[in-house]
């Protein structure tokens, strides 16, 4: 069945790059579309602006050479699939459908939304092509159900790179076993590396186990994937007690999951950690003071740099004075707070932070401000990322250099 799919213009602001993934099917953009990107690409919000501009640019790519007729018709997508088969891309001038058409039609005065010429091009679809499937694309909610209501049979969200809603589906780095562990190990490899022990069993009695996941049983057993192969699991003995005694900067673990915190953020071979948790569970304070040890201590890294997205929580207090560092204050005060956790205990404790914020070449920087840097022989810590949208968390991890490490909390 010939499958057609009808865009609306969110879908080209979320992902400029959609026209790509449609593989071998027909895509459909309304004359409203093009109509609302360019009254976007002007606007003064840069993000939403120049996601506007690329995607006309990418239309504009395709349709370059085509005749009137052709773009009407429809303009093959270039591809890399290796069949060959490649679907195409046409532009519907909703703007002559009219109401002695045979589809339902939804007012299209100027009282009326945009959306609902978007929806009248894909229900005059369906009434004059029976035979295919027509399929309405859209970000927004409310306007798949208007869709649905107006009796369109196929309307879908874009999913092709959704993240996920939900953090209890994130891999949690570890996996809890029943029992013990070596129950049912029938063959085992055991090598001793200095003074670390490495066990290779069979993978299928872990198929789901990935690299760098750690692996608890019910007794003291503490395995770390160290590598994954097709048919075998090398994994790293460590104990609970050895975990819960790691010491970073003064600070110690209180739980098992701290502790596996602990071990993963100083492994010099993972150049990004993600940490998640509640409010409170430890995720900057780790962060932090691994930082602190493995400039002023271990000498690895050159500068700590901690970033953050800057929305107001309340109402906005307007512009603030100062320099970036002190523009940047109000929201770093939490890492503040964590440094005085972390040298509470000093003789004097001002003192203490404001030399380790001297002395590690501590910077607290803006997002906005991140385009086009590049950070080398750099610790960086991004918190709340969670507020973050996947294009703003794209840009800051491409921004790492040589020699440097990013931890996500």
Sequence with gaps: MEKLFVLDTNVLLHDPMALNAFQEHRVVIPMTVLEELDAIKDRRDKDVSREARIAIQAIDKIMFNASPAEIQAGVEIPTAREDGRCGTLSIFADQLISHDSDAPYLDGSVHQTNDNRIINVAMHLQATRPEAYVCLVTKDINMRLKAKGSGLANVEDYRRDRVLDDIEYMAKGYEQISGDFWAGVEEVETVRDGAQTLHTIDRARHPSAHLNQFLLDEHDFVGYVRNVSENRLQVLDLSREQLMHQRLWGLKPRNMEQAMAFFLVQQPHIDMNVLTGPAGSGKTLIA????????????RYDKLIVARSTPPI??????LPGTEEEKMAPWLA???????????????????????????NIQFKSLNFMRGRSFNNAYIVIDEAQGLTQFQLKSIITRVGANSKIVVL
């Design 314 to 319: 309340a109402e906005d207090i307007g512009f």
């Design 334 to 360: 939490a890492f503040d707070d964590n440094l005085e956790v972390l040298h509470g205990n000093d003789e004097s404790p001002f003192s203490s932070i404001e030399y380790v914020k001297d002395k590690a």
């Design 288 to 299: 932090l003071a691994y930082g602190l040890h493995a400039i002023l201590e271990e000498r």
